[in-house]
Each structure stands twice: as structure tokens, then as C-alpha cells.
């Protein structure tokens, strides 16, 4: 199974670009990654998914190494509506097409004025 | 709107007693999961289904049973069996056919066990 590893915390301030970086050193050549956020009861969000490279959308960037053994989260301009624990996760596929995915403890991001 | 229900919001059991947790979801999707979260802690998958009338046990399986006899629907039943039941739960959907697609999450169910 793969496995990520991300920090259990980071601090950043309002406006401020927001990198978190997530290793994955055993991912599979079909795996995904996908980033998720979470606030304080209720269900993770998806933010953005990638397999190579970098992909943006209009909430995040996500970075990708050729190697893919790591990825990085970018978050531009945080708020502190951005305060939220942030789930990297790779695709564990399972027989058929749907993915089971692994949740680690996150990344708790707290953003302050 | 399209998205996923889950029931009640917060939930209050005896120890001892069976609960049913409802999930139901209107976004076609094929594939159900059902997630447990302790404080400050990620999430674990307890079981899943890919389709009606079939689903599989996930990492922590034990003490919980559930049932997939309609498409929208996937209840989760903690058992007496189940030691620490008191948690968050979390239900999620996906659409079948690509690699990893992405999953919905529902608002949750907070168990606690009195």
C-alpha cells in the first residue's frame, strides 16, 4: 500500500502562498494523487488531483516531480477561511476502477490575520 | 441539489445497543464508502461497495456491518460488538469507471456512547 508522509502543522499568514509538500516514495505507476481539505466536523473537500507535472485549478496548484515520489500543495494568497486540516492521499486501486484511498493525519494549516 | 445525506447529525447510544447510521446519496454514483474518524486523527475506511448488493470490509471492519440493497443507499450498523464506537463518521460516493476518481463526502454523524 502506498504510504504519504506531509508535516503534522504548518502557520502561515493571510495573503502568503502556502506550500505543503507530501512524500510518497512507494507510489505505483497507476496510482493518482489527490489532495483533500477538511474543516472541523465536516467531510474532507476534494481541492485538486494529478498524475504528472503541474495542474491548477481555481482553488490550488499541484506540483509533481518526473520521480513522483513527492508532490506539493500550493495554496496562493491564503485566508483565513484556509485554516483546515489538508489530506494528501495516493490511489490504492482496487480490482475494478474505484479507489480506496488512504487517509495519514493530514497537514492542520492555521492561517492568522 | 445533488449530493450525499447522512442521519442523525448526532447520536447518542447505550452501550450495548445496535445503531443504523443512514447515508443516501442522489449523484448516481456507484460506489459508496463509509469512513471513521477519532479526534485529531485522519480518516479510516471501514467498508466500501463498488456496486448493489455487494461491498467489502475495509481496515477496521469489526463491530460494524452494513447492507447495499439500493444504488443511493449504504446504512452502517454499529454493533455491541464494536469496543469503542464513540467517533465521527463519515460516508463518501464516487463514480466508477476512471482510476482514483474523486470522492463526496457527507456531512457526518457524530456517534458518541453513553
Known sequence: ?113 | DGGITQSPKYLFRKEGQNVTLSCEQNLNHDAMYWYRQDPGQGLRLIYYSQIVNDFQKGDIAEGYSVSREKKESFPLTVTSAQKNPTAFYLCASSSSGTMNPEQFFGPGTRLTVL
Not at chain 1, 36 to 59: A, D, H
Not at chain 1, 79 to 84: G, I, R, V
Request: one cysteine or more; hydrophobic letters at 30%.
Open chain 1, 1 to 113: 500500500l502506498a504510504k504519504t508522509t506531509q508535516p503534522i502543522s504548518m502557520d502561515s499568514y493571510e495573503g502568503q502562498e502556502v506550500n505543503i509538500t507530501c512524500s510518497h516514495n512507494n507510489i505505483a505507476t497507476n496510482d493518482y494523487i489527490t489532495w483533500y481539505q477538511q474543516f472541523p466536523s465536516q467531510g474532507p473537500r476534494f481541492i485538486i488531483q494529478g498524475y504528472k507535472t503541474k495542474v491548477t485549478n481555481e482553488v490550488a496548484s499541484l506540483f509533481i516531480p518526473a520521480d513522483r515520489k513527492s508532490s506539493t500543495l500550493s495554496l496562493p494568497r491564503v485566508s483565513l477561511s484556509d485554516t483546515a486540516v489538508y489530506y494528501c492521499l495516493v490511489g490504492d486501486p482496487i480490482s475494478g476502477n474505484t479507489g480506496k484511498l488512504i487517509f495519514g493525519q493530514g497537514t492542520t494549516l492555521q492561517v492568522k490575520p
